[in-house]
Structure formats: structure tokens, C-alpha cells
Nanobody, 114 residues
Framework: AQLVESGGGLVQPGGSLRLSCAAS????????MGWYRQAPGKERERVAA????????ATTDPVKGRFTISRDDTKNMVYLQMNSLKPEDTALYYC????????WGQGTQVTVSA
């Protein structure tokens, strides 16, 4: 099983990015998925989650109203649309299953700076 994140980069405050996560090696459609981030010196935290089938989503308070999680089960992909980015969103972003997690991928770096 493998998770490969992409789409990160350097963006100015107020900008947008769309992260992608390609999943392989497991029955993707049967699992809820989440996006997580880890800033330097901080614990990894979950910022968004989506149920299997995509019927329900949730985001944590720091990103609520700015980040949107979605999935495409035909492509085994999960996405994170990030708008109105702030410097405090700077972190390494990962995806993983909800519940029993897989080994973490390499992540994708998001840097928000003027």
C-alpha cells in the first residue's frame, strides 16, 4: 500500500493551492481518508477528513471555511483545496486513512510567505 502526496509549493498569504494524494495497494473506496499536517516543532495534526463514499466531510477549526476535502474513487485520489492561505498553514502535508493508518508518505511541503 502506498500514499503519494503532491501539489505543495510556495504561495503568498491569501493564495490557494490544491493538494492531491494518490492511493494504491488497498481498497481505497472502503476507507475514510484524512489530510494531516506537521509544522516544524509541532505534532502532526489532522485538518480534514472525508468518509468512504464522500458523503460527509469535516475540517478542524483552524482551517474551517478555507480548506475543502474531496475524493475521486474512480481514480483512487483524495484532494485538499486550500484557499485564503495563512503563514500559519505552513507545514508538511500528508494524507492517510482514517482509523487503521498506513505508513506515512513523503508528504508535500506548503509554505505560505510573502
Amino acid at each position: 500500500a502506498q500514499l503519494v502526496e503532491s501539489g505543495g509549493g510556495l504561495v503568498q498569504p491569501g493564495g490557494s493551492l490544491r493538494l492531491s494524494c494518490a492511493a494504491s495497494g488497498f481498497a481505497f473506496s472502503l476507507y475514510g481518508m484524512g489530510w494531516y499536517r506537521q509544522a516544524p516543532g509541532k505534532e502532526r495534526e489532522r485538518v480534514a477528513a472525508i468518509t468512504k463514499g464522500g458523503t460527509d466531510t469535516a475540517t478542524t477549526d483552524p482551517v474551517k471555511g478555507r480548506f475543502t476535502i474531496s475524493r475521486d474513487d474512480t481514480k483512487n485520489m483524495v484532494y485538499l483545496q486550500m484557499n485564503s492561505l495563512k503563514p500559519e498553514d505552513t507545514a508538511l502535508y500528508y494524507c492517510n486513512r482514517l482509523g487503521v493508518q498506513l505508513s506515512w508518505g513523503q508528504g508535500t511541503q506548503v509554505t505560505v510567505s510573502a
